[in-house]
């Protein structure tokens, strides 16, 4: 579990303690025979929830480099503001539609009004065993906007359950990517499509 030391900037001081690890229970509801179930989740996060990579080493103001034990980034103001939202979002995550990215972690997306303008803020975690038996680790990996130098890579898919997640992740059981959802043609394009099939030659 990380502490995050904070951020001091021409002598300003960026706080980060509202990243620092906590614990939460999650208390899915009693649904037919089957009885309320309780999750204890350790949650901690990653710097790159306030943090960008490093892309021009010459360029850059040294005073903006943060690091943990693996890796220097530099802080990203931006990224910084919208991370004090981020203990809010886990706390609704049970709420939220979660996606597999099919590499193992999980993502949701939450609208962010920025000046009146919704805005599209990815949230990535994974879930995994703790050191104590019968609770959870949930890792926020990353958290930023989409926008052009972070488009929304991820095709399609359907969405899967957060208590689905603890739940297989409990007990060892695998996760699988949902299908990805499957794009309905326009109607034009189908009647074009369907009467194309009616003149597709046959081999004799």
Known sequence: MIYWKPFIYKEEIYDLTHLHPFNMIYKQPAKGNKPEQIYHLNVSFSLHCFTQRIENLETLDKELFYQDFREVRIFDFER??????????VFELDKQRCYHTGKGNFFIVEMIDDAGQKREYEVFFTMS?????GKL?????????????HKANQPKKKPINFYVIAYNTLVGRPIKPAPQKKESLPFE??????RNLLFIPTLG
């Open 137 to 149: 680790n949930l890792f926020v990996q990353s958290a930023y906007l989409r926008d052009e130098e």
């Open 189 to 194: 394009k189908r009647r074009l499509f369907n």
């Open 129 to 133: 065993h703790a050191s104590n038996r």
């Open 80 to 89: 910084y503001q919208l991370s004090k939202s981020l203990k809010r979002i």
